[in-house]
């Protein structure tokens, strides 16, 4: 898996773990959406860290020994999980994380530790308001928004403070 360091103290990772889960379950039942074993198991391991994971780190992972998954079959789960908005791309990574609020739709941002990796999403809120104004005036069609921040997260910030543009 991707190094990461886990939130601020007091964080139960597992129950970000079992409520990512029980998430899925529930959005999979109301959409009549198959969560298969595999797809389930690729969840809980992008889940297991707060930080982005690579499909070739959860194919390592997945590999059991008594058991090997190929890449399609991961890249497969992966389309499935965030067709149903269970996972994010975050694209400069070409990784993968969780979204916390996956019964919510919505753009995400993300803000990525570029010393830890840990990764936490936001509402992209007035940003995603203005960026979509922008291309109603320049007649551009958005089919997909990634907002990415790159920086170091409060717990690595040795000053703790605020890091300039």
């Known amino acids: 898996m991707s190094p990461g360091t886990a939130p601020q103290p007091p964080h139960d990772h ?4 079992d409520r990512a889960l029980a998430q899925a379950d529930s959005i ?3 959409r009549g959406a198959r969560l298969t074993a595999l797809r389930r198991r690729v969840l809980e391991l992008v889940w297991q860290d707060h930080a982005a994971v690579k499909a070739y780190d959860l194919l390592r992972a997945l590999d059991t020994g008594a058991t090997t998954a190929k890449p399609p079959t991961v890249y497969r ?3 499935f999980l965030i067709e149903h908005g269970l996972v994010h791309r975050l694209e400069s990574l070409n990784a993968y994380v969780g979204c916390p609020e996956p019964a919510r739709a919505h753009e995400g941002g993300f803000m990525i530790c570029e010393t830890c990796g840990r990764v936490s999403e936001f509402d992209t809120g007035k ?3 203005a960026i ?3 291309a109603r005036r320049d007649g551009f069609r958005i089919r997909r928004q990634t907002v990415e921040v790159r920086g170091v997260c409060a717990a690595c910030d040795p000053d703790g403070g605020e890091i300039a543009p």
């Open 14 to 17: 597992h129950a970000c773990i």
């Open 28 to 30: 999979c039942a109301e």
């Open 77 to 79: 789960a992966l389309d």
């Open 127 to 129: 940003a995603g308001a």
């Open 132 to 134: 979509a104004s922008r």
